[in-house]
T-cell receptor, first 113, second 113 residues
Framework: SAVISQKPSRDICQRGTSLTIQCQVD?????MFWYRQQPGQSLTLIAT?????????ESGFVIDKFPISRPNLTFSTLTVSNMSPEDSSIYLC??????????FGPGTRLLVL | GNSVTQMEGPVTLSEEAFLTINCTYT??????LFWYVQYPGEGLQLLLK?????DKGSNKGFEATYRKETTSFHLEKGSVQVSDSAVYFC????????????FGTGTRLTIIP
């Protein structure tokens, strides 16, 4: 199994600012993902983070708002740009190695004022 | 497309009661099925999984059987504890590789002493 850590675990930010969330996996993985979980809701996939190339975004999410980096097989970052209160959510990093089970990080709880 | 339908919550039970959380799915192929659990303030943890028809996944006293004929993967536990209070998500994936997890809406379970 993969152990995934995220930083920060939570933050309170002012509208108009940006926050970068880091995700570290304890082993090399082929696929990394970023999800958003709004209060009381299920998970929504933001994008698949591709190593060495641009992330693949789901419908409704764009690179300008959620730029993603993945410089190697164990690390990724998600930036939430120009934040508004509607961006208040839990952001979850997830990883999968080949056909193995998909694992999740503990999440980053973001509150935008 | 693929979808997962979960029992509406919230569900409140007394300690030592029998638990069933229903999950049914529609899928374009032969999915692998998962139950994830999210304890208060935490990320998602894999609870159990089943990768083919008639498989039974089990963990921590929870069980779920992959029923192809009824396209179901209901979660059961014979005697719940207060520590089982959490949100439970049913999910599927068709083929590993570039396929993505499809989640149900989640079922919030509260166990009262």
């Amino acid at each position: 199994s993969a152990v995934i850590s995220q930083k920060p675990s939570r933050d309170i930010c002012q509208r108009g600012t940006s926050l970068t969330i880091q995700c570290q996996v304890d082993s090399q993985v082929t696929m990394m993902f970023w999800y958003r979980q709004q209060p009381g809701q299920s998970l929504t996939l933001i994008a698949t983070a591709n190593q060495g190339s641009e992330a693949t975004y789901e419908s409704g999410f764009v690179i300008d708002k959620f730029p993603i980096s993945r410089p190697n097989l164990t690390f990724s970052t998600l930036t939430v740009s120009n934040m508004s209160p509607e961006d208040s959510s839990i952001y979850l990093c997830s990883a999968r190695q080949g056909e193995e089970t998909q694992y999740f990080g503990p999440g980053t709880r973001l509150l935008v004022l | 497309g693929n979808s997962v339908t979960q029992m509406e919550g919230p569900v409140t039970l007394s300690e030592e009661a029998f638990l069933t959380i229903n999950c049914t799915y529609t899928a374009t192929g032969y999915p692998s099925l998962f139950w994830y659990v999210q304890y208060p303030g935490e990320g998602l943890q894999l609870l159990l999984k089943a990768t083919k028809a008639d498989d039974k996944g089990s963990n921590k006293g929870f069980e779920a059987t992959y029923r192809k004929e009824t396209t179901s993967f209901h979660l059961e536990k014979g005697s719940v504890q207060v520590s089982d209070s959490a949100v439970y998500f049913c999910a599927l994936i068709i083929n590993f590789g570039n396929e993505k997890l499809t989640f149900g809406t989640g079922t919030r379970l509260t166990i009262i002493p």
